[in-house]
């Protein structure tokens, strides 16, 4: 009994530390043969069916029948799981209230709270960042880790291959992809040429230009329209244009992986100590030492002005991440 | 008066080019010859609408903002065409048989080989 939980934990162990057995180290189980009609069965083979002990015939049976029926569960428990999940959103939506209705919660006094009493109370001349950044900033915290969390997956994703691309030449040949699209339209050849003059000519007057304004944007976010997610998309669409005018290496000089993961996190650990400790002192009705400042400031609005800053940096090194991952395969 | 006048003829204008612009990038076939008429129609057709309305609106910070908007349009919208023309060139291998051009830059490999 004792050995067996050394084996199980062994197991689990290698599973967890990654050194079980690899899928390309897997045996790919043969074919099964053919059923011959009763009458062709091959005598010898059928009596040794029979003589064999029980566990060779399982793994026999579990070689031949193993993938099919493994596939069979996996269908019959993603479907349970769709058909729970669906009932219980489907339960959910029979409890809401009803439509229209004058009672409902998006009726009560929460808009005239907000409309008359968000600027005194956030310091934020414009309401909707107010909102976004004060009175819902639990929201954008988790919109802004949802950025974050993408791009770092796409990146493990897609840099996993980028270090496997030095040891695996196995890209099909052109001839073997010809062979496949006889009948599609001729294959689009892209290479990137990286001298147009025109383009560069352009960028270099319109990157600064651009990157002006989405400082702007983040940065009257509480004043004006805009806030961090527009000018963060703002900021990254300068990066990206002086990644395709100059080449990723240039970009690369100020902004690469590093400095977009330092970045990102460090803007998301502001914003959930920040914020954390503002939710803290309001629900437990301590007088917070950040000072809302008079409306109409640059600096005033508490803490909407630095939340901000952190959402435009999360959103603008996410945009820039996703094109460059997605174009080149590097960052 | 004369402002109006001026708009009207720069307004009716921009819409001359702008509807034959539209007439075109129907009319013609291949995608070279609609991005060469959906250039045109988007510098100077805007051009001229966003020229008539400034005259309209005399001088004040609203003609400034449309005078950035036309700077902006003849600095972003001829780099934009020239580089969806340029990927069509490197990407399309069926060019030749498609429409008449020169590809200059194989040409002037030729002269200095």
Known sequence: MNEELKNIWRAFFNWVMGNGPRPENEVIPPEPPPDLPFTQKPHDKYTRFHEATLKERYNQWLEIHGLHIFAILYTGLSVLTCIVIVSLLLATVAELPPFGHERNPANNEVIRRYVEHGGHETGAQNIVAGLILDYRAFDTFGESAVLFTAAVSVLMLLGASRRNKTDTHSLPSSNAMDAYSIHAPPMRHHTFRKDDVILRAVASLSIPVILMMGCVVVINGHLSPGGGFSGGAILSTALILCANAYGFERVHEFFNERTFIVSSSTALMIYALSKGYSFFTGANHIHSVIPKGTIGNILSGGLILPLNICVGLIVAGTLYGFYALFSEGDM | ?113
């Open chain 2, 1 to 113: 008066m004369i402002r109006v006048i001026i708009a009207g003829v720069l307004m009716l204008g921009g819409l001359f080019v702008l509807s034959v612009a539209t007439v075109g990038i129907f009319r013609f076939s291949t995608m070279l010859n609609r991005i060469h008429v959906a250039a045109k129609c988007d510098t100077l057709g805007a051009l001229l609408m966003l020229s008539g309305l400034m005259v309209l609106s005399g001088w004040n910070v609203f003609s400034l903002k449309l005078a950035l908007v036309i700077v902006f349009m003849w600095l972003c919208n001829p780099a934009a065409s020239h580089l969806v023309a340029r990927a069509e060139v490197e990407t399309n291998p069926a060019l030749e048989q498609i429409c008449d051009f020169v590809d200059l830059t194989k040409e002037n490999n030729h002269d200095s080989n």
